[in-house]
């Protein structure tokens, strides 16, 4: 049974900094590359940022400068350090795996920024 468990989301002031992380599990095919999104209330999910299996990283422009997402190969894991938190970034923040042979999502964390 595949499981995406994601962590590290609240509430935190503008400002702040805020680390998210993902852990992957029961996934037997290669994982191609993981990646956050996020979906604030209103508004259609968007990418963030990406990392593939070959630690390529891609960023949403927004996301470029205090956005830094890695991973952990060794451990099916993929994290997102957000820093200079601010009210904008509020959304729900979701891990997306990408297999060769399917796609997973997470049940998503709530980022919330206040001002």
């Known amino acids: 049974q595949v499981q995406l468990v994601e962590s590290g989301g609240g509430l935190v002031q503008a400002g702040g900094s805020l680390r998210l992380s993902c852990a992957a599990s029961g996934i037997i095919s290669s994982i191609n590359a993981m990646a956050w999104y996020r979906q604030a209330p209103g508004k259609q999910r968007e990418l963030v940022a990406g990392?593939?299996?070959?630690?390529?990283?891609y960023y949403a422009d927004f996301a470029k400068g205090r956005f830094t997402i890695f991973r952990d190969n060794a451990k099916n894991t993929v994290y997102l350090q957000i820093n200079s938190l601010k009210p904008e970034d509020t959304a729900v923040y979701y891990c997306?795996?990408?297999?060769?042979?399917?796609?997973?999502w997470g049940q998503g964390t709530q980022v919330t920024v206040s001002s």
């Open positions: 990392i593939t299996s070959g630690d390529y990283s």
């Open positions: 997306h795996v990408l297999s060769s042979r399917d796609n997973y």
